[in-house]
């Protein structure tokens, strides 16, 4: 595949780059008011997310406004759950929710992985995503494909609901019934990988696990409960497709920083809670860096925004094995401006850096 | 003052001990019946947070149950806001909320300390704690005075609630005005220090500050935002109160762990997703740890109880500087029982690690 950018993809290699490549997450999201528009069309969430029309609009809607150098797939991390027929609903104001979770061993031992053709409209929204950014055979930037991590998707499995007990039936199952919790996560594990693997065929150029729930754990429940998941993915997918780049992005996991370099991706996101030069001492200098503004920035002013890049970024090169983006998604509070502005100086500044002698 | 039990204070120096000296976070709360009779009698939790009789009550119900090796006085970290008249109210079921939240300039700089004899109330419950607790002169164990920090005590008097969006509000202060936040902080620090220091005076035998939102920074800003107040209240009560031992307990804050270990202060909590004997390693010998159960072990079962117990203390030595709690306060659901099984686990397996070569 050509690419008429293809600076992202360059960020996983050794080059020394002419500036820090950028994208945000959830940049196609609420603080659009033409997401918000395109979005008021569907009853749900996850009708929006099926259809492929909804996820190429969407996708294309900042790729308009700002220079970005990737696109990603417009899509939830719990369609694999979703297609195990939980019984996932999105209330109003409100996180996801399963009718049915899996609370009890009865329940997991049914539990089976679902054919992964219930998922084709994620396939198809890929597909159609990256028809999308082609022109003439070469695309404009990079497409992510992505998934939740197995640890993340049986929290949510196991706990019903997103929940600010932070997760107490899974860390009780953890204790008490580890080998249950094992199995879903089996489970999971071997969904992700052909999940992942028929997004790239499908026509995704990098992939990446979001595993936001990776911080309730200590760093040895951490490589017993993600790692072991994590390093499977990152081996199967090697195998199937050596180059497409896997990140993977732990949030709130800083105590298990140098379990997550342990996982063999090409790179690791970096909550806004971490300094990115200290991250860089844990990991090593051969995986890639993915973070870490803090979205609460988007809603300052721009002169704010300039000073929390260069305060990011002191002591650390964004020149190198480095993806400029939030530590976290944007907010709905965010100002398009001054997402404007985030782009504008993490360009003019990382160029700069470059200068340097 | 003489102890009958004084394990807690000897995990203070550089002795090694026949066992774990053991407390717990919220050891008098809502998993004890007998506490919530005594605290369905008063209207609010401000009420009952105001009888100084209320507070021994309750304060010696988990000592009659468990061998505990130290008492907390019972109150709430948000004494000092709510003696600015910023309107604190507990909702049913909710978080604490301000009325009047530090949104603006003109709020801040109207913002003044509280005469600490608008606290006289904490003090009284510090004094009849330690007179419930003194048998013929003689103390049955030591008792802790607390406060929350002084950016803990900032985030809830700026944001106005404890809140889901980790403290947006204040966020964006640190970015757009860090002059406003330090002003609070500035007068929070200063109220902190004599407020412990008079629960010091009052009976408190070690003080602790509860740094609950610690977490949402990063370690610069950790560094910037609430090392620079810790480390003033630590060296303020080492000049008073130097026989005080001082316990800083930043929750959520593992990435800030070698930061922390920079205030002087003379322990360290550490919450249950982190790993007790890497931060052993990364704040070295000096400091007295103290944790870090999870809180979620005490809805399980005994046997769970004493694998976790064993888990957490693997590599490390749980006889030196440390005192044995759970890594955040008990949950409502924790079982009586099985916070005894808890207590059991710890001294047994803390006096057999004694035994070994």
Redesign the interface.
Known sequence: MQFKNDLFLRAFTDETLPRAPLWLMRQAGRYLPEYRQSRSKFPSFMDACRSSDFCVEVMLQPLARYPLDAAILFSDILTIPDAMNLGLTFGVGEGPRFASPLRDETTIRALRAPDLSSLHYVFDAVSACKRALIDDGVARVPLIGFAGSPFTLACYMIEGAGS??EF?AV??MM??RPDLLKRVLEINTACVIDYLEQQARSGADVLMIFDSWG??????QYEKFSLTSLQQIASALKQRLPNTPLICFSK?A??SFSSQAQASVDGLGVD????LS?VRTQVGERITLQGNF?P??C???AE?VR??VL?RW?GFNPNRRYVANLGHGI?P?ASPELVGALVEAVRKISEKTLDKP
């Not at 806004?272 to 300094?275: F, G, L, P, T, Y």
């Open positions: 600010s007990s107490a860390r009780k204790f008490q911080g309730v754990l200590s760093p040895s709130g800083a105590q806004w809670q971490s300094d200290q803090d609460a920035i809603a300052t002013d704010s000073q929390h305060e002191r907010t509070d």
